[in-house]
């Protein structure tokens, strides 16, 4: 079964950079996944196409503090010079034949 | 610039139907894929159908399937979501998305402001 499986929370401190981590089911490490970043009262914003070889392609407008990479099943977002806009809840979707999958997310706080 | 601007949520009655519209615009929507999502209060996103781009590929979550109808209308750029047998954990803002590429069977990489849909006697 396809599940992706986040941390809930995550902290770090404003100016600071921080890795958040998305974990792929076993049997499912070679797919690639997209992160999304949801504010409160907002629609969510797509923030890049993750390929299991680190490769990835940003969304319109995604600053290049935003940055992916892979290893094995874990797929990462790395946000850098946090800013206090980045504090938001952050997703992991990927898909396989005729479904789509979210993990629970990640709360980031900025410090 | 890319437009999802959803509308037709509201409170409905547990058991009664409910049709989603998604308008379109700032890109061909028949090249690509169209989805739903939605965030049930307090909980995080939860996939609910999808669509290819030529409506030869639809899925659906096993939670709505049954009870749920994806379709578009490529001539008026509309994606639409027909939810019946409504049941209180129904109750979430529904987001449409667009898919990368005109299969479903990629990611989504722009997303609406979602409309609410409240299931409650």
């Known amino acids: 079964q396809l599940v992706l499986t986040q941390s809930p929370s995550a902290s770090a401190s404003l100016g600071a950079s921080v890795k958040l981590t998305c974990t792929l089911s076993?049997?499912?490490?070679?797919?690639?996944i997209a992160w999304h970043q949801k504010h409160p009262e907002k629609g969510p914003r797509y923030l890049m196409k993750?390929?299991?070889?680190?490769?990835?392609n940003k969304g319109d407008g995604i600053p290049d503090r935003f940055s992916g990479s892979s290893s094995g099943a874990e797929r990462y977002l790395t946000i850098s010079s946090l800013q206090s806009e980045d504090e938001a809840d952050y997703y992991c979707?990927?898909?396989?034949?005729?479904?789509?999958?979210f993990g629970g997310g990640t709360k980031l706080t900025v410090l | 610039e890319v437009q999802l601007v959803e509308s037709g949520g509201g409170l409905v009655q547990p058991g009664r139907s409910l049709r989603l519209s998604c308008a379109a615009s700032?890109?061909?929507?028949?090249?690509?894929?169209m989805h739903w999502v939605r965030q049930a209060p307090g909980k995080g996103l939860e996939w609910v159908s999808s669509?290819?781009?030529?409506?030869?590929?639809?899925g659906y979550a096993d939670s709505v399937k049954g009870r749920f109808t994806i379709s578009r209308d490529n001539a008026k750029n509309s994606l639409f979501l027909q939810m019946n047998s409504l049941r209180a954990e129904d109750t979430a803002l529904y987001y449409c998305?667009?898919?990368?590429?005109?299969?479903?069977?990629?990611?989504?990489?722009?997303w609406g402001q979602g409309t609410l849909v409240t299931v409650s006697s």
């Open positions: 998305a667009k898919g990368l590429f005109g299969s479903m069977n990629w990611g989504l990489d722009y």
């Open positions: 700032g890109f061909t929507f028949d090249d690509y894929a």
């Open positions: 076993s049997g499912h490490s070679d797919y690639a």
């Open positions: 669509v290819s781009w030529n409506s030869d590929t639809i």
């Open positions: 979707q990927t898909w396989d034949t005729d479904i789509h999958v």
């Open positions: 993750l390929n299991s070889d680190g490769s990835h």
